[in-house]
C-alpha cells in the first residue's frame, strides 16, 4: 500500500445488507492509506482513526497520477486534523444518501465534525486540489462513487489468509 491508495471493503457487520440495498453496491465501504501498514477510516462504530490495516480482503485502487510529495505530506495533514476533531460517524450523511439514491430526493443532511467514509475521503483529495468525483457535491458520495471515478485505477484484490498477503489480479509492485 501507498499513501492515498483505497482500500474498497464488502462489508458485513449488521448494517451492511441495509447499506448494500438502498446505494445499490457489493462495496460498503473505503479507507485511505496512509503508509504501507496503516489506514485511516471512520465506521459505524468508532470515531475517526488511523489504524494498522485490520482488513483480511479488499480491493486496491490506486490514483492514475502519482501524488507529489508535498500532496501525500497535505494530505496526511489533512487527515490527522480531522482525526483530532472527529466525534464519530455521521449517521445523518448515510441515511440522507440511502433517501436521496432510493427516492430521488435532493437532500443532505450533515452533522458538524461527524463523517462517512467516503465523505472524508472525497474532502481528503479535494483539499489536495484532486476532484474524485466531479459530478457530486464535495462529500456527498458513496463508496461505489468513488470506485467509479475516471481518477483511479484498480490494482488487485488482496487477501489475508493466516499471516499471508495474496494478491488476485491486477499487478504487483516490482521493486
Avoid at 503508509?35 to 470515531?47: A, M, S, T
Wanted: glycine share 6%.
Amino acid at each position: 500500500m501507498e499513501v492515498g491508495d483505497l482500500l474498497f471493503v464488502k462489508g458485513n457487520c449488521n448494517f451492511s445488507p441495509f447499506i448494500r440495498f438502498f446505494l445499490k453496491s457489493e462495496y460498503t465501504h473505503v479507507t485511505i492509506a496512509v503508509d504501507e501498514e496503516h489506514i485511516c477510516e471512520v465506521d459505524l462504530y468508532r470515531k475517526m482513526e488511523i489504524m494498522k490495516n485490520p482488513y483480511k480482503e479488499y480491493d486496491l485502487y490506486r490514483l492514475k497520477m502519482n501524488l507529489t510529495s508535498v500532496q501525500q505530506k497535505e494530505l496526511l495533514l489533512f487527515l490527522q486534523r480531522k482525526v483530532s476533531t472527529s466525534k464519530g460517524y455521521d449517521w445523518w450523511r448515510l441515511i440522507s444518501l440511502c433517501v436521496k439514491r432510493y427516492f430521488r430526493w435532493n437532500i443532505i443532511i450533515h452533522e458538524q465534525d461527524r463523517y462517512i467514509c467516503s465523505e472524508i475521503i472525497d474532502k481528503a483529495f479535494q483539499h489536495i486540489g484532486i476532484d474524485l468525483v466531479e459530478d457530486l457535491v464535495t462529500g456527498d458520495v458513496t463508496p461505489i462513487d468513488i470506485m467509479h471515478s475516471d481518477r483511479i485505477k484498480y490494482v488487485s484484490s488482496i487477501y489475508r489468509h493466516k499471516g499471508n498477503l495474496l494478491e488476485k489480479g491486477g499487478f504487483k509492485k516490482s521493486g
